[in-house]
């Protein structure tokens, strides 16, 4: 960057110390706007930036220290440098603090202030690469991060696609069942990091289902201790199946201990309180409501208002109180219009 591209702010009382100034760094190629007072040069600040203000201390109306403080809040790019007749040292210690760059002390040696000068914008121009470097970076790490991700759910389609062939349920549950973790997550104020964690969770949590047989996933009565087992299994088998291309550990939580419960007695680590990872106790409440509300093929779906009464129920046994509690502040109607007519569909257990 050219001088001429560096506009500095010469804020000054005196018309002489502006004009001395000012011809010092034109004739080095800046480009200098004289100010004679610190209204006049919050005026200018208004109108077009600096990379740089010149700052006398004792002017008329407001000082130059009010002017120092004024510039790092409202005009955070423009360097800030001291140029003053006051050499008493707390002063410029308390001018470091609120930010200038320099302390130079009247009477003026002109090159040790161009010295100042060019260090001064040397140093912001380095800390504006960096911060741009890093809006690069962090823009770059958002892209790489989203095609992962697809590439990750591109490598999981042959299996969903495998597993909706033999029961077209799943993604339909899967789906209305992240959607309403994602709405509970919301409504318990979590992170929107952590919102989209346990959303990813719930969409993949019965990928283990793959594994389990279909005379179980479809029986039409009641499962026994061993079926039920063999169902239960799912989520030590979908653990397996993502481990390797799934490093998040709340996503994972959801694949693996959506099936705990609160009171210690689930599968398949019989986790208890608040051992259980938080995004699968919430994954826990929202799969059980959406397959109570669904159609399964031992039983017809509840209606949404038993459904809810059959979550307080299982208040502080299946599920964390403090979970349950957010549920029931979910608007019903919200929850009609998320889980939708999911009746309609074939049931998976």
């Not at 000082?63 to 002063?91: F, H, K, N, Q, W």
């Not at 470091?96 to 161009?114: C, F, H, Q, S, T």
């Not at 973790?181 to 289902?209: C, F, N, T, W, Y």
């Not at 029986?219 to 201790?225: D, F, I, Q, S």
Request: proline letters at 6%.
């Amino acid at each position: 960057m050219s001088n001429q591209e560096e506009p500095i702010l010469v804020v000054d009382d005196e018309e002489m110390v502006r004009a001395i100034i000012s011809e010092k760094l034109t004739l080095s190629g800046f480009s200098c706007t004289p100010a004679s007072s610190t209204s006049d040069a919050l005026q200018k600040l208004d109108q077009s930036p600096f990379s740089l203000a010149l700052v006398d201390i004792r002017m008329p109306g407001a000082s130059g220290m009010e002017l120092l403080r004024e510039i790092r809040i409202s005009y955070p790019d423009t360097v800030v440098i001291i140029v003053t007749g006051v050499s008493d040292a707390a002063t410029a210690i308390e001018a470091m603090r609120l930010g200038a760059r320099d302390y130079i002390v009247k009477p003026l040696n002109l090159e040790a202030l161009l010295l100042s000068v060019e260090r001064a914008l040397e140093t912001r121009r380095i800390i504006k690469e960096n911060r741009e470097y890093r809006l690069h970076l962090e823009e770059k790490v958002r892209e790489q991060t989203k095609k992962v991700r697809e590439l990750f759910l591109g490598a999981l389609r042959p299996i969903a696609q495998a597993l909706e062939n033999r029961d077209p349920y799943w993604r339909r549950h899967s789906q209305t069942a992240a959607e309403v973790a994602a709405s509970l997550a919301r409504e318990m104020s979590l992170p929107q990091e952590v919102v989209e964690k346990v959303r990813l969770g719930l969409q993949l949590h019965d990928i283990g289902m793959i594994g389990v047989s279909e005379k179980v996933l479809h029986k039409p009565g009641p499962l026994t201790e061993e079926e039920h087992n063999h169902m239960m299994a799912h989520t030590t088998l979908g653990g397996e199946l993502l481990s390797p291309i799934v490093e998040d550990q709340d996503v994972m939580a959801v694949i693996k201990h959506h099936h705990e419960r609160w009171d210690g007695n689930g599968l398949p680590d019989r986790l208890k309180g608040p051992e259980i990872p938080l995004s699968a106790r919430i994954a826990s409440l929202a799969d059980a409501y959406v397959a109570m509300v669904s159609p399964r093929p031992h039983r017809q779906p509840l209606s949404q208002e038993k459904a809810r009464e059959e979550i307080m129920k299982a208040s502080g046994t299946l599920f964390d109180p403090h979970i349950v509690s957010a549920f029931m502040r979910l608007p019903a109607d919200s929850l009609v219009r998320t889980v939708g007519d999911i009746s309609e569909s074939p049931a998976m257990a």
